[in-house]
Nanobody
């Protein structure tokens, strides 16, 4: 059974940093791409990045470029999302997701329709 577990959220002051993690099981992690999405209160879910686990090629949304960095730890079946210079508008539930099939990031990477497996989400709250 494919499972994704997101963790690492919390309450942080603006300007601070957090590292989120997405741990996968039930599939050959290294063959897949992992997407990160977020959903702020009252807003639609937004795709923020997708990382191809093998090779680490990553697509970033313009809104997070320069502040969000994805990396993978293949030995631990985990993708990390380092978030720096947090802003109140980064407040959201963050989800990781995987496509149904192995390969690179879907096109477009930010569309949640291409992702089949979802973690339960981890809440990031940024205070001003």
């Amino acid at each position: 059974e494919v499972q994704l577990q997101a963790s690492g959220g919390g309450l942080v002051q603006a300007g601070g940093s957090l590292r989120l993690s997405c741990t996968a099981s039930g599939f050959t992690f290294a063959d897949y791409a992992i997407g990160w999405f977020r959903q702020a209160p009252g807003k639609e879910r937004e795709g923020v990045l997708c990382i191809r686990v093998i090779g680490g090629h990553t697509y970033y949304a313009d809104s997070v470029k320069g502040r969000f960095t994805a990396s993978s730890d293949n030995a631990k079946n985990t993708v990390h999302l380092q978030i720096n210079s947090l802003k109140p508008e980064d407040t959201a539930v963050y989800y990781c997701a995987a496509p149904q099939r192995p390969g690179g990031c879907p096109f477009p990477y930010y569309s949640d329709r291409w992702y089949t497996y979802w973690g339960q989400g981890t809440l990031v709250t940024v205070s001003s």
